[in-house]
């Protein structure tokens, strides 16, 4: 596991930017699995920025989104889907046909997990996945449990979660209680794996994640066992260290 250090969340998400620039120079037919959430949004500014000035081709790359909200339309604001519209797709060259995010709307959860799982296998897996944490040390939508579950499946959210994504709906009441998120087992399948984490606010739980045991009760502990694992982390997030 490396640890890169960086001075802030601006200096946070050049870096994390510049090892996804390297990925898609190297592959440019590369799988990319992204991540929603207030930490990768810098990182997702800098390579529109990249792209705009034509350092960067995304028309040959595909990606894999890690969650999305159960019931919500793609059109909803609040949805992943949209997320990753307003924030990466619209302004790159990348086919949205080759964009895939679980479907929220499917009703039926076993099909909607049974789907995606089928889609990543037809992707060949993800060569890069960027990864947030959470404050309870959740990865996707992977809470604290009594194991680690394998592939793309249906969560409760945690009552931490529904608190701290409350800041982007109306009220508390609004935020959906179920999500599908890709599993443990398809995260640590990635070929490599960059997460970025910013703030004082998640520096205890960063300092469990690396240096703490090896437990589902903290989901990104799992990620010590990963061979290719970058955290690009900010002064304030590595305050416990
Ligand atoms: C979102 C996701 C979540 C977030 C995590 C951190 O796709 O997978 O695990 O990465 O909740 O969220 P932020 O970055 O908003 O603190």
Same mark, same amino acid.
């Given at each position: 596991m490396i640890i890169c250090r960086t001075k802030d969340y601006q200096d946070l998400s050049r870096k994390a930017a510049n090892i996804i620039r390297a990925q898609v120079i190297l592959k440019p037919d590369c799988v990319l699995g992204l991540a929603t959430g207030s930490s990768p949004v810098g990182t997702y500014q800098n390579l529109v920025k990249w792209y705009q000035k034509g =350092? %960067? *081709? +995304? !028309?040959?790359v595909s990606s894999i989104n890690l969650d999305e909200y159960r019931g %919500? #339309?793609?059109?909803? *604001?609040? !949805?992943y889907r949209y997320f990753m519209d307003t924030n990466l797709f619209n302004h790159i060259n990348i086919d949205k046909s080759k964009t895939f995010v679980p479907? $929220? %709307? &499917? &009703?039926d959860s076993q099909k909607a997990c049974d789907d995606y799982d089928q889609i990543i296998e037809t992707m060949g897996g993800v060569d890069l996945q960027l990864l947030g944490l959470g @404050?309870? $040390? @959740?990865?996707?939508?992977?809470?604290? !449990?009594e194991a680690f579950p394998s592939g793309t499946h249906c969560v409760d959210l945690a009552p931490s979660t529904i608190e701290a994504n409350? #800041? +982007?709906?109306? !009220? &508390?009441? =609004?935020?959906?209680r179920q999500a599908y998120t890709m599993g443990i087992r398809s995260i640590m399948l990635a070929k490599k794996i960059v997460m970025v984490v910013s703030g004082e606010d998640k520096a205890e739980i960063l300092k469990n994640v690396v240096n703490g045991p090896i437990t589902p009760q903290v989901p990104a502990s799992v990620l010590q066992l990963h061979r290719d694992v970058v955290i690009v982390a900010d002064e304030a997030a590595l305050s416990k260290f």
């Open positions: =350092d %960067l *081709d +995304f !028309s040959n %919500l #339309r793609p059109d909803n *604001d609040q !949805s479907n $929220g %709307l &499917e &009703e @404050h309870n $040390g @959740h990865i996707g939508f992977n809470e604290p !449990s409350k #800041r +982007f709906f109306a !009220s &508390e009441a =609004d935020v959906p």
